[in-house]
C-alpha cells in the first residue's frame, strides 16, 4: 500500500528556513522521480519543485534559487530545503510523483509571517 508522510512545516518569520521531509512507503523509492507541491488557500495545487531517479532537479521560477530538493534512497525520503522563506510561499506542502501520481498524504503546513 502506497503512503506519503509529510513532515517538517511550521510558522517561520520572511526570509526564515524550514526543512521538509517526505517518507513514501509501498513504492519502490529509488525507481521513482518525486517532487513537492503546494496549495495555498483558495488556490489550485501548484508544482513547486521534482527530482528524477538520476537526481535531475527541476524547480518553478517562483522557487527557483532559494529551494532545493534532495532524496535519500537508503531512508525513502525526499527533502525540500526552503530559504528565504516569503509570506506568499505559505501553504500546506505535499509530495508526490509527478509523473505517476499516488495517493496524497496529509501534507504539512507552512506559514510565513511575522
Known amino acids: 500500500q502506497v503512503r506519503l508522510v509529510e513532515s517538517g512545516g511550521g510558522l517561520v518569520q520572511p526570509g526564515g528556513s524550514l526543512r521538509l521531509s517526505c517518507v513514501a512507503s509501498g513504492i519502490i523509492f529509488s525507481r521513482d522521480a518525486m517532487g513537492w507541491f503546494r496549495q495555498a488557500p483558495g488556490k489550485p495545487r501548484e508544482f513547486v519543485a521534482s527530482i528524477t531517479s538520476g537526481v535531475s532537479t527541476n524547480y518553478a521560477d517562483s522557487v527557483k534559487g532559494r529551494f532545493t530538493i534532495s532524496r535519500d534512497n537508503a531512508k525513502n525520503t525526499v527533502y525540500l530545503q526552503m530559504n528565504s522563506l516569503k509570506p506568499e510561499d505559505t501553504a500546506v506542502y505535499y509530495c508526490?510523483?509527478?509523473?505517476?501520481?499516488?495517493?496524497w498524504g496529509q501534507g504539512t503546513q507552512v506559514t510565513v509571517s511575522s
Open positions: 508526490n510523483n509527478p509523473w505517476a501520481m499516488m495517493p
